[in-house]
Nanobody, 126 residues
Framework: QVQLVESGGGLVQAGGSLRLSCAAS????????MGWFRQAPGKEREFVAT??????????ADSDSVKGRFTISRDNAQNTGYLQMNSLKPEDTAVYYC?????????????????WGQGTQVTVSS
């Protein structure tokens, strides 16, 4: 079992930045790839970014909405993952979830993730 706890969400004005953290406990965090997803009201959970267990090969959603603005990273020594979000837009408003998967390769489907945090709310005002 891996327990994940997100933090760092909040209310920010458009153009601002937030850094989300995902603290892991339980089984060795470094064994798992980590992903970030988000879910806005009335919408399906959406893939944002993922990173391998080694911390290399970050992969982002294809849409232009996150590329170039969001950066995923992790610190296995601290059992923590991060999502740095810059130039935030009102359409980034959602609950953000971190997740862990033992799957090999780039995994963007929520169903492939084994463990989930409870989510942290990000609200971007215009």
């Amino acid at each position: 079992q891996v327990q994940l706890v997100e933090s760092g969400g909040g209310l920010v004005q458009a153009g601002g930045s937030l850094r989300l953290s995902c603290a892991a406990s339980g089984r060795t965090f470094s064994m798992y790839a980590m992903g970030w997803f988000r879910q806005a009201p009335g919408k399906e959970r959406e893939f944002v970014a993922t990173i391998r267990w080694s911390g290399d090969n970050p992969y982002y959603a294809d849409s232009d909405s996150v590329k170039g603005r969001f950066t995923i990273s992790r610190d296995n020594a601290q059992n923590t993952g991060y999502l740095q979000m810059n130039s935030l837009k009102p359409e980034d408003t959602a609950v953000y979830y971190c997740a862990a998967t033992g799957a090999v390769g780039i995994t963007t489907r929520p169903t492939r993730y084994d463990y989930w945090g409870q989510g942290t709310q990000v609200t971007v005002s215009s």
